[in-house]
């Protein structure tokens, strides 16, 4: 599976942004899909995760900000953060984990995802 991470930018805080993160070569509907960010200094910490069917958990740092969302017939998944603020500067990385039929689809540990997007940059200024 190859993961193409595409929308951050400059933003003021307050302000809103929605990563996109195309996927390709795999069945994609098969896949929990997460995001990732890693701040400068910072360890890659987890944001959200969505499973095939929508089912959506968050961390609690973006919880009531931030919606993941995908769309299985355009292999695509979606973070749209709202009310950012300056410490949600950071890298974000989608990031892909098959999860077989009848498999807890939920997984927050970086180190169970094989597949990882190049990475875009969002920077909150205040």
């Known amino acids: 599976v190859q993961l193409q991470a595409s929308g951050g930018g400059l933003v003021q805080a307050g302000g809103s942004l929605r990563l996109s993160c195309a996927a390709s070569g795999g069945t994609f509907s098969s896949y929990t899909m997460s995001w990732f960010r890693q701040a400068p200094g910072k360890e890659r910490e987890f944001v959200a995760a969505?499973?095939?069917?929508?089912?959506?958990y968050y961390a609690d740092s973006v919880k009531g900000r931030f919606t993941i969302s995908r769309d299985n017939a355009k292999n695509t998944v979606y973070l749209q953060m709202n009310s950012l603020k300056p410490e949600d500067t950071a890298v974000y990385y989608c990031?892909?984990?098959?999860?077989?039929?009848?498999?807890?689809?939920?997984?927050?540990?970086?180190?169970?995802?094989?597949?990882w997007g190049q990475g875009t940059l969002v920077t909150v200024s205040s």
């Open positions: 990031a892909a984990v098959f999860v077989a039929y009848g498999s807890n689809w939920l997984r927050i540990n970086e180190y169970e995802y094989g597949y």
């Open positions: 969505i499973r095939w069917s929508g089912g959506t």
